[in-house]
């Protein structure tokens, strides 16, 4: 039986804790943490909304003051940080002096994904190049004589050429929404200087685009332009490098497959370096070269390079012409029927 006990003779002792070490409302509400410690467990990435979260905002640059608020004044007035471009798709056709986009066409303009499948434009019936791009204030599709200016943030798609009733050539000009979740194929650089901002770095669609974007718009920069090649990627086309000062760099087991009717991959000028690179045959032309570099040039360099067979071989490597001084081959591995440099 229990005993009876005058509560005022009893001692209770120091305790095992300080005094005021348990605040006197965890005595109260013994269960007082019980439901936050739930949310947390079973839903914690809704335990807590952003619009309940606040922000210190040191340098002054929202008028909100919790997490949700800022990220729509984030959002809504710069796409996520996200520069306009090609997020899928942008292939054309042509038909007389009309540019169409294929299907899976997809642009990212003012912060806004756009679905362009079907958009089309017609160039003016005077004969000439034209420059095909999104107007980056409008949205619209364009088709001009002039290059747009990159400050307005356009998107380019193509160049055509056509002769008055039909597109006759065309150029790939497309560049990528940069986006940190997705590897990008192709990534222009240059060092700082008076136009970096716009003209110096740029994640292309196809080597096309970027040789269109450094003839047309790195020109004007005094420093060397790097052209960064990642992952196996296949030329249509021959290509024509107008530009000097460009060095062609691989990084990873970056290869680059020839597989054309042209005869030359690769056309070079003053002063270029091709840097650990794999170029690789499937040309149907009767005797493909890797690379013709033409009179006048200097300081060209090929370094770690690999030249080889795919479903045909190399029937020249490097075509030299004997005008070009400075021409430095090294560290390259060569397949090939006939010969690895020829100088004509």
């Known amino acids: 039986m229990p005993s009876v006990k005058n509560p005022g003779l009893l001692n209770p002792g120091v305790g095992a804790v300080s005094a005021?070490?348990?605040?006197?409302?965890?005595?109260?509400?013994?269960?007082?943490?019980?439901?936050?410690?739930?949310?947390?467990m079973n839903d914690p990435k809704q335990a807590h909304m952003a619009s309940a979260i606040g922000i210190v905002d040191a340098g002054g640059y929202f008028a909100s003051d919790d997490v949700e608020d800022a990220l729509q004044e984030l959002c809504a007035s710069g796409g996520a940080g996200r520069q306009n471009g090609v997020l899928t798709g942008c292939t054309f056709t042509t038909a007389g002096r009309v540019v169409t986009l294929d299907a899976g066409s997809k642009v990212l303009i003012g912060g806004t994904l756009r679905d362009v499948a079907g958009d089309s434009v017609t160039c003016a019936i005077i004969a000439g190049t034209y420059y095909v791009y999104f107007d980056g204030t409008?949205?619209?599709?364009?088709?001009?004589?002039?290059?747009?200016?990159?400050?307005?943030?356009?998107?380019?798609?193509?160049?055509?050429?056509?002769?008055?009733?039909?597109?006759?050539?065309?150029?790939?000009?497309?560049?990528?929404?940069?986006?940190?979740d997705r590897k990008l194929d192709y990534t222009a650089r240059a060092d700082a200087g008076t136009a970096a901002d716009n003209e110096a770095e740029a994640c292309f669609v196809t080597l096309e685009a970027a040789f269109f974007w450094l003839e047309n718009y790195a020109v004007s920069q005094d420093t060397k332009r790097t052209l960064i090649v990642r992952g196996a990627h296949t030329v249509s086309n021959?290509?024509?490098?107008?530009?000097?000062?460009?060095?062609?760099?691989?990084?990873?087991?970056?290869?680059?497959?020839?597989?054309?009717?042209?005869?030359?991959?690769?056309?070079?000028?003053?002063?270029?370096?091709?840097?650990?690179?794999?170029?690789?045959?499937?040309?149907?032309?009767?005797?493909?070269?890797?690379?013709?570099?033409?009179?006048?040039?200097?300081?060209?360099?090929?370094?770690g390079c690999s030249f080889v067979s795919g479903s045909t071989d190399w029937s020249l490597v490097v075509n030299v012409s004997a005008l070009v001084s400075e021409f430095t081959v090294r560290d390259c591995y060569f397949?090939?029927?006939?010969?690895?440099?020829f100088i004509f």
């Open 138 to 180: 409008s949205g619209t599709l364009v088709a001009n004589t002039a290059l747009p200016d990159l400050a307005d943030e356009p998107v380019l798609i193509c160049e055509v050429t056509h002769n008055g009733t039909n597109v006759t050539a065309s150029r790939d000009a497309r560049f990528f929404v940069a986006n940190l």
């Open 20 to 40: 005021k070490a348990v605040p006197s409302a965890a005595l109260m509400q013994p269960h007082r943490d019980i439901d936050s410690l739930k949310a947390h």
């Open 335 to 341: 397949e090939t029927k006939l010969e690895a440099i």
């Open 238 to 303: 021959g290509l024509v490098l107008s530009v000097p000062g460009v060095e062609i760099r691989g990084e990873g087991a970056a290869s680059i497959t020839f597989d054309s009717a042209d005869q030359t991959l690769l056309e070079a000028v003053d002063s270029v370096i091709l840097r650990d690179l794999t170029f690789v045959c499937a040309s149907a032309y009767g005797t493909p070269q890797a690379l013709m570099v033409t009179g006048g040039t200097s300081g060209f360099l090929v370094d």
